[in-house]
């Protein structure tokens, strides 16, 4: 695969006008309508890919079906209480 055809998610985003962030929550969501390929510890998007889907053309390769866990909870963890031992100190 030539490096020069996949694109970082900040680049992607220059091109399809909006923001990196928000190609990372839709990939994370699953909502993300190109596919990406993980590569080298980065998130790339295809160049041909992003072509296509600006031009309205149907994308060469499907999407991936990915399960995300939505139930995942965000945030500071709370501190849990903790359980007496029966009057021991």
């Known amino acids: 695969m ?8 900040p680049e992607a985003a220059h091109l399809l006008r909006v923001g990196p962030s ?3 929550n839709r990939i994370f969501l699953g909502t993300f309508e190109l596919p990406t390929v993980f590569f080298c ?3 790339l998007i295809r160049r041909s890919d992003i072509d ?3 031009r309205g053309e149907p994308l060469s390769t499907p999407l ?3 399960a995300t866990n939505l139930a ?13 031992q029966g009057g021991e100190k």
Do not use: M, Y
Not at 2 to 9: G, H, Q, S, V, W
Not at 72 to 84: L, V
């Open 72 to 84: 995942r909870k965000r945030g500071r963890p709370r501190k849990q209480a903790q359980k007496s």
């Open 52 to 54: 296509a889907f600006l």
């Open 22 to 24: 928000t190609i990372r």
């Open 2 to 9: 030539d490096a020069t055809l996949l694109l970082t998610i």
């Open 64 to 66: 991936p079906i990915v």
């Open 41 to 43: 510890g980065r998130r």
